[in-house]
């Protein structure tokens, strides 16, 4: 169940306490975590929108920072090798993972891959195959209107198919 606005879906995470805030909390919902370092000027510019992209989620994703000067070991387990990296957890393992700064339609889009929308969660809720087959034709009809050059739509219809197959 996601959690409110007012409980932290952002946090500093160390080697202390990765195992409980990562790994275990990813059993639950994603979490994706930004390996930074404060002197790296793509991690300020990509750590913002992070942020701002998780938070916008309403608790359907986590974010845990760390912060790989302080966190040495932690960063040579998971193999970090340039920063900003980003890597995603579910059920206690990497799912995706990205290096480097992206704009914040970009990291959008990594984190449509982590949760799923509102049209897969319908389809993956409904078992009876009519209303699964009136689902897909609404979405057909609004991908169809939304024309074959819009990108959302594009990755939207990949996503659909993918959850109606």
């Not at 929108?49 to 998780?54: M, Q, R, T």
């Not at 078992?127 to 990755?155: K, Q, Y």
Request: proline fraction near 7%; charge should be negative.
């Amino acid at each position: 169940m996601p959690r409110s606005r007012a409980e932290p879906m952002i946090a500093d995470v160390s080697e202390v306490d990765f195992e409980a805030r990562v790994i275990a909390r990813s059993r639950e919902l994603p979490v994706v975590v930004d390996f930074w370092a404060e002197w790296c000027g793509p991690c300020r510019t990509l750590g913002p929108a992070l942020e701002s992209a998780v938070s916008d989620r309403g608790g359907a994703v986590e974010l845990a920072k760390v912060d790989v000067d302080s966190n040495q070991q932690l960063a040579a387990r998971y193999g970090i090798r340039g920063i900003p990296a980003v890597k995603a957890f579910r059920d206690g393992e990497v799912v995706e993972e990205f290096v480097g700064a992206r704009p914040r339609a970009g990291v959008e889009q990594f984190l449509d891959l982590l949760v799923p929308s509102e049209a897969e969660q319908l389809v993956a809720a409904s078992e009876d195959p009519e209303r699964r087959d009136l689902i897909r034709r609404v979405m057909v009809a609004i991908f169809t209107e939304l024309g074959p050059s819009d990108p959302l739509a594009s990755e939207h219809r990949r996503r659909l198919a993918s959850a109606l197959n």
